[in-house]
């Protein structure tokens, strides 16, 4: 039942901690609950939809998407997930975050039209997202799916054109353990006789199968769209249309063009709704922004922050290190939700990291420090008794020098106190700054929870 000590006018903390405890379940998929709630607002989306799903670059793919629609002159509506620092990260509308009166505003008639219906927190955001875009009138919304697909909350749209980014395991316990899994689960955001855009090069065979079981319109990578480049300039290249002498988008890293031609693929798809002059697709890719992707801080040292989360996120932050040019060393502050295939994550970065500062996160599902730390040490492949350890969380731990060397060829360079354990990334990162040399870099990556947090504390606002 409606909560009455909350209203229109509650403060938008109280209503999070709230929507906090709600729900039995963190996680809860399924699309029942929230269309029948959908029906009792009489919720309408008559704007153009792109919905973006995939394992990684679907907040990449948003906001390339944004930023080109919106120098297009397209008045956009971004709904994304999960937010960094502030919770109204996730909508914006114009490029601007939903203020706090906005978001409490439909927060409110959701929660007088739920009656005894249960919804969780990503579904009041869903839902508070689709109304705010409804009342502002939006032209286009960009749609992120939060986890998976067939049943995510954003799935009970209806959409204008799938995108599906990257297909790798995550989320094991609700979509598979397998590729062909996780890709049949993704594949779900595709609608019958409407563009499926497809980036990863490899995608499963379940993907294409899919769309072809109900009839979309697939576009894959490499068949359907491509891109070519040199050192100075690229090209996409689609099914009818080529847009050439582009210059890279403002993002780093080594999938952003990937993101960037299903961006443009989506685009083309939708030529006959959406006119998308040259340059507006040249403003858009020197526009986009987000925080918290291979986002590089000034000053030094150098401190790199990225969200990797999953092998596959770890595997191109690996490639980006090793394109990043470094005199010194590597320091990395981690934190990681328990439910991640952690070790997997630490496998692909344990020959670039010098230093370890693990940082324990909050929440059932946050993996303490020092439950970090051990599997740090298994990753380097080293006995429990040749590893330094110094826990910051508590008590001092003993510390003592490594007795043995990394094993033959491995670039780590380990010093007296190499892994380190503390309550949290802003502690283990001012401890970091602390030790870096001018010439070092810092990294941060592991989780929204662990990068959001020194962001705040430097005073880096996403938006």
């Not at 690229?234 to 999938?255: K, M, T, V």
Request: aromatic share 6%.
């Amino acid at each position: 039942m409606p909560n009455p000590n909350l209203n229109a006018s509650s403060p938008l903390d109280q209503w999070l901690h709230y929507l906090e405890t709600l729900h039995p379940s963190e996680i809860d998929l399924g699309l029942a609950r929230i269309k029948d709630v959908a029906k009792e607002l009489d919720l309408r989306t008559p704007y153009l939809k792109i919905t973006v799903g995939g394992t990684n670059g679907k907040g990449s793919t948003c906001a390339i998407l944004e930023a080109i629609l919106q120098a297009a002159g397209y008045k956009t509506g971004v709904y994304t997930s999960p937010h960094l620092v502030h919770y109204n990260e996730r909508i914006r509308v114009n490029g601007a975050m939903a203020t706090d009166a906005q978001i409490v505003e439909q927060f409110h008639r959701i929660e007088q039209a739920r009656g005894t219906t249960s919804l969780s927190y990503f579904e009041f955001a869903t839902l508070s997202a689709l109304l705010l875009f409804q009342q502002e009138g939006v032209d286009v919304g960009v749609l992120e799916v939060g986890l998976g697909g067939r049943l995510d909350a954003v799935n009970m749209v209806d959409t204008d054109c799938a995108i599906i980014t990257s297909i790798d395991i995550d989320h094991i316990a609700y979509l598979g353990d397998s590729r062909e899994q996780v890709g049949f689960e993704k594949a779900h955001i595709f609608r019958a006789g409407v563009p499926a855009i497809c980036a990863d090069p490899l995608p499963p065979d379940s993907v294409k199968a899919y769309a072809d079981k109900i009839g979309a319109d697939f576009w894959q990578f490499g068949t359907d769209f491509n891109y070519s480049g040199d050192a100075q300039q690229w090209a996409f290249g689609g099914r009818d249309h080529r847009r050439a002498g582009l210059a890279y988008p403002s993002l780093r890293g080594i999938n952003q063009l990937l993101n960037a031609s299903a961006a443009l693929a989506a685009l083309e798809a939708l030529r006959l709704k959406l006119l998308v002059p040259a340059q507006a697709v040249r403003e858009g890719l020197h526009r986009a922004a987000v925080a918290g992707r291979l986002q590089i801080l000034p000053g030094e040292p150098t401190t790199v922050l990225d969200v990797a989360h999953n092998p596959h996120a770890a595997g191109a932050l690996a490639q980006n290190l090793d394109q990043m040019p470094s005199t010194g060393r590597t320091l990395a502050v981690v934190g990681m939700l328990n439910d991640k295939d952690v070790a997997g994550v630490l496998r692909l970065l344990i020959d670039r990291i010098d230093a370890w500062y693990c940082a324990s996160l909050t929440g059932n599902r946050g993996l303490k420090g020092q439950e970090l730390s051990a599997l740090v040490k298994a990753a380097t492949q080293l006995g429990p008794t040749q590893r330094s350890i110094v826990d910051r969380s508590g008590a001092p731990g003993k510390e003592h020098k490594p007795t043995v060397k990394p094993a033959a060829g491995r670039r780590i360079n380990y010093f007296d106190s190499d892994i380190l354990v503390f309550n949290s990334s802003v502690e283990a990162y001012e401890q970091a700054l602390k030790d870096a040399q001018p010439n070092d870099r810092i990294l941060v990556f592991g989780s929204f929870a662990t990068v959001g947090p020194v962001l705040e504390h430097l005073g880096r606002d996403p938006a």
